[in-house]
Each structure stands twice: as structure tokens, then as C-alpha cells.
């Protein structure tokens, strides 16, 4: 042994005793946190008592209001200038009527089926929408991305036309890692993306063709979610632009068009996804009419604070969405989407770790702020708006932490971080996670785009690092593929449909409770600590958040 290393140890001993009592006060917060609080939670939160959980509803009011109230019984003071709530100013969009999509020009006149053909709204506010004879565009995947040297719209003017593209991107399409991220979809693959460019291009009206597994979900999710009134925030991308049809097609209903067109689609879309691409002009037209209702709503973020002692303006940030698809006219059954594990358990988790913060028997030097956003299922809007307006200060924001649907599947060896290896953040979870045999993995499916599907995303736009953790796939009893095969089932029967239930007698509480110690546990050790972890080099929102920490300076 060296003297240094000697000095060394002599150096840590006096430290344990220290550091052994936080572990136990550790330990008896998260003690607190237990399956039958958790239950209790879940069973009213997901109830039909709250309706679904739409925006704007009275399920809104009375989730919103129970949240308060427990943040309230729980000793957590109202984040908001004495208020729990931070309202969010939103315009909900409604088609009225029957919508018309009529393809013309080609070998046949094409009708086609809402709701079975194709699913559309518009982002304006106009009574009614009427797209005349628009000539129709295939531009592949509809994407602009100079980082990965892509340009589907290259020489290309679609002004009132209408763009008709591919779901995903050309990296998923192919497998080539060198093509974008190859398997792992890109923010160019999402959706909200393409219909954002489109929207940039001054296109009149945009069609996206679905595919279940470049989508990462079937038809009857994009049924469900484009089916009623969909939100913007009153300031949205869609503002000023002229935009008027947000649309979908299955892609049975693509094979008609292309087939009218006289075109083979297998081999256009294989095309589309390689280097060379050129966008054609289809000799199609596109008529669509439906009648519109905009109205100028309100929505609620619930927020409460625990404060820290030492450094309470600096703050963690703990969110979960509490809203879901409300009730809506399904074929058979039942109507109420109660959004059990998507997303009562996230909701009833962040309870959970706030009642066990208030047990801690020394109060921790962070404030911890817990964020129950609105609107993620329209397009996280709650959590862009809070981003936008944030309660607190962006730069004393040390790192967010969100629960979305937690894992019902029992224990794992593992929890997931969507996008692992993009901040500092990981190295808390990895170190909690260490203490219990447990570590980190990267999302298993990445083709599916999970890191732009919730909250965490909006905050890592803006900068603030955030942390998507789920659930694992190492299932202790069970093993991977079991476990992978449970989610996959889930999601092709459950996700984003009335049968979202809470169902206590086929869920496993011990694998949750273990997964809730741990995103505890992450933000504790955060609010212990002096550091602002950062975004690791080369991931697109450092430069941000290095902006934003130099103003803070
Ligand atoms: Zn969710």
C-alpha cells in the first residue's frame, strides 16, 4: 500500500457514519412508497369517476383537483404564486361532419372511408376546410435533414400543393447505419416533424402514409388519436402557415392511390429510402371538405413544490402526464379510455415519491418540483408550454426526470433510459441502479422513436437535461424475450384504447415499487448534489443549455 493510498482510505473512514445515516434516512423515505399506496392511487386515478382524463372536461377538473389536493394533504406548496395549477391556453380543433377525401385524375376516382381509408384535422380555425383539385406530391419521407446530408423536397415548390410521404425515416427503412441513425428513428421520422416541414414548405395539405411497424404502433392508434377535437397551444408552429390537412392513410389506402397513379409502390418507397431520391409529381389530385369548430380553451398543469433546504432555488423536476383520450364513440363496449398504465401509474408514482420526500427525516438541499403536465397525448403540449413559461428558471432547472407507463410486468434486472448516453444524468441512474444489482440499458427499440414520444422531450428541446426511464426487458422471472413479448401484446391490444384498465389482479406491483425506489432514489441523490450534470458533447441540445447556464453566470 502506498502512503497515498493510505491517506487515502484514512481520509473516507470518517465519512461512513455519515453517509450510512442518509442511507438509512434514505431508506425510510423509500420505505414509504409501498403497493398499497400505490394501488389506492391508481384505482381513483384511472377510475370512470374521472372520465378519461380529457383536457378541458370535467375529468380534467376533478384529476387536476385530486392532484392538488394531495399535493396539498402531503404539505407541498403550490408552485404557481399560491396556486397549484399553471394554466395553459390552448385553441381544441374539432371536425364537424363528415370528411371527404376524394383522389382524382389517375385510372379511377378514388373516395376514400374515413376512419377506415384515412384520419384527418386541420391546424387552423376556419369554419370550414376546402382543398380544391390539389395536386398531389410524393416526397418520400418528407424530410430536410442537412446534418445527414437529405433533402426530399430539393428543387421542389409545394405551395398549395399536397405532400404525400412515408412514416419513419430512410435510416429505419434500410437498416443502413449509414443512412441517418440507421435503425434508431430520428426526430425526422416522428410525425410531428413531417407535418411541421410540410407546414414550412407551404403545402396545403399533408398525407402520411402508416405502416404499423415503421410507425411503431397499428391503425387503430392513429384511429383513436386523430379521432375528435386535437389541441394546439394558442402559439403553435402551425401559426401563420397555410396548412390546412393533417392526414393519414393505411397502407392499403396508399397501394389505391399509387395504384391510380399507375405507379408500383413497393418499388417507389424502396426508392424513397435511398441516396438519389427524386420526389414525382403523381398526375393525382386531392379534394377534401369537412366543416371545422375551433374554441379558445384552458388546460391545467398541477404543480407543487417540496422546498429544499439549502440551494431551494435550485430545483429537480419530477413529471408524469395526467391526461388521456377522455370518452369516446367506440364500436363496441366500452367508451372510457381510463389511460390505466398510460398514464395513472406515472401520475400515481410521482405521489408516491412526493409523499416519500415529506419523510425524509432531513430535508434534502434541492427543491423538487412536481409536474403533472397536460396535453402529451396531444402533442405534449403541457409540458412545451411549461418549458416555455417555466415556473422557475430554466437554468437553476438541474435535470428532469419523467415517468410514462410504468412497468406491469414484474421485476427486471434492468430499467430502460431512452436516449442513454446523451447527458450526465445517466450516471445517477446507473449509480442507484448499481446499489441493487440492477443497470441501465438503452432503449431496445429505438426504431420506434420513444425518446420524442413524451414530456422529457419537450425540456431536452429546450435545452434542460432530462431522463426518460422506464421500465426494463431483463425480466427476473421470465427473461427478455417473455418480457419484450408482454410489452409488444400490450401495446398492439391496450396502448391508446379503452381497455387500458386498471387491472390489479393481472399487474405486478413488487417490479414497480422496485422501479418508483429507484426514479426516488435518482432525484434524491440529485438534490444532494452541487452538480449540474450536463449534456454530453455532440448531442444537439448542449449548445442550449451551455447558452442558457453562461446567461445564468
Ligand atoms: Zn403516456
Not at 314 to 331: K, L, S
Not at 412 to 434: A, C
Not at 486 to 498: I, S, V
Request: net charge negative; aromatic share 12%; glycine share 8%.
Amino acid at each position: 500500500m502506498t502512503v497515498k493510498k493510505f491517506l487515502l482510505i484514512f481520509m473516507i473512514l470518517p465519512a461512513l457514519p455519515g453517509c450510512q445515516v442518509e442511507n438509512k434516512n434514505i431508506r425510510t423515505a423509500s420505505d414509504s412508497i409501498t403497493a398499497e399506496g400505490l394501488k389506492t392511487q391508481i384505482s381513483v386515478i384511472a377510475s370512470d369517476d374521472f372520465q378519461g382524463r380529457f383536457p378541458a372536461t370535467a375529468g380534467e377538473t376533478k384529476t387536476i383537483n385530486y392532484l392538488a389536493g394531495q399535493f396539498k394533504n402531503m404539505g407541498l406548496e403550490p408552485a404557481n404564486n399560491g396556486s397549484y395549477f399553471q394554466e395553459v391556453p390552448l385553441v381544441k380543433i374539432t371536425p364537424e361532419g363528415d370528411m371527404s377525401l376524394r383522389v382524382t385524375g389517375g385510372k379511377s376516382n378514388l373516395d376514400l372511408k374515413y376512419a377506415d381509408d384515412f384520419m384527418g384535422n386541420t391546424p387552423q380555425t376556419s369554419d370550414t376546410v376546402k382543398i380544391d383539385n390539389s395536386e398531389i406530391v410524393f416526397v418520400g419521407y418528407g424530410i430536410i435533414a442537412p446534418e445527414y446530408n437529405w433533402n426530399d423536397y430539393a428543387g421542389l415548390d409545394v405551395k398549395g400543393k399536397t405532400v404525400l410521404m412515408l412514416v419513419n425515416d430512410p435510416g429505419y427503412a434500410t437498416g443502413d447505419t449509414t443512412l441517418f441513425t440507421g435503425k434508431a428513428m430520428t426526430y425526422y421520422g416522428r410525425w410531428t416533424y413531417k407535418y411541421e416541414e410540410a407546414a414550412r414548405q407551404g403545402a396545403a395539405a399533408v398525407i402520411i402514409i402508416h405502416e404499423t411497424d415503421a410507425a411503431g404502433y397499428p391503425w387503430g392508434v392513429v384511429r383513436n388519436s386523430f379521432s375528435g377535437p386535437q389541441f394546439y397551444l394558442e402559439e403553435n408552429e402551425f401559426t401563420g402557415s397555410v396548412l390546412k390537412f393533417k392526414a393519414w392513410v393505411t397502407t392499403e389506402a396508399a397501394r389505391m392511390i399509387f395504384g391510380s397513379a399507375g405507379m408500383d409502390y413497393d418499388q417507389t418507397i424502396q426508392t424513397a429510402a435511398k441516396r438519389g431520391f427524386v420526389p414525382s409529381d403523381m398526375h393525382l389530385k386531392a379534394s377534401v371538405y369537412f366543416r371545422n369548430k375551433a374554441e379558445h380553451v384552458k388546460s391545467n398543469n398541477v404543480a407543487a413544490v417540496w422546498p429544499g433546504k439549502d440551494r431551494k432555488d435550485e430545483y429537480i423536476i419530477y413529471t408524469a402526464h395526467w391526461d388521456h383520450f377522455g370518452i369516446r364513440y367506440v364500436a363496441e363496449g366500452d367508451s372510457i379510455f381510463n389511460g390505466a398504465v398510460d398514464n395513472a401509474t406515472g401520475v400515481a408514482a410521482m405521489l408516491e415519491i412526493a409523499n416519500a420526500f415529506t419523510r425524509l427525516p432531513k430535508k434534502q438541499d434541492r427543491s423538487i418540483l412536481f409536474l403533472s403536465v397536460t396535453c402529451e397525448e396531444q402533442g405534449l403540449l403541457g409540458s412545451e408550454y411549461y418549458a416555455k413559461h417555466p415556473l422557475f428558471p430554466l437554468n437553476r432547472t438541474v435535470g428532469v426526470i419523467n415517468m410514462d407507463a410504468l412497468n406491469i410486468f414484474g421485476r427486471t434486472k434492468d430499467m430502460t433510459i431512452t436516449g442513454l448516453g446523451y447527458s450526465q444524468l445517466d450516471n445517477y441512474v446507473e449509480q442507484v441502479l448499481k446499489k441493487y444489482g440492477r443497470y441501465a440499458r438503452p432503449d431496445p427499440e429505438p426504431e420506434k422513436g420513444g425518446y420524442f414520444r413524451s414530456d422529457h422531450f419537450s425540456f431536452a428541446r429546450a435545452g434542460v437535461p432530462s431522463l426518460n426511464l422506464s421500465g426494463g426487458v431483463e425480466n427476473i422471472e421470465h427473461g427478455r424475450e417473455w418480457a419484450l413479448a408482454q410489452k409488444n401484446a400490450w401495446t398492439m391490444q391496450h396502448y391508446h384504447k379503452p381497455s387500458d384498465n386498471y387491472d390489479p389482479d393481472h399487474w405486478d406491483f413488487p417490479g414497480m415499487i422496485a422501479d418508483i425506489r429507484i426514479y426516488f432514489e435518482v432525484g434524491y441523490d440529485l438534490s444532494v448534489s452541487t452538480e449540474f450534470p450536463d449534456w454530453n458533447p455532440g448531442i444537439p441540445h448542449k449548445a442550449l443549455r451551455d447558452k442558457m447556464m453562461e446567461a445564468g453566470r
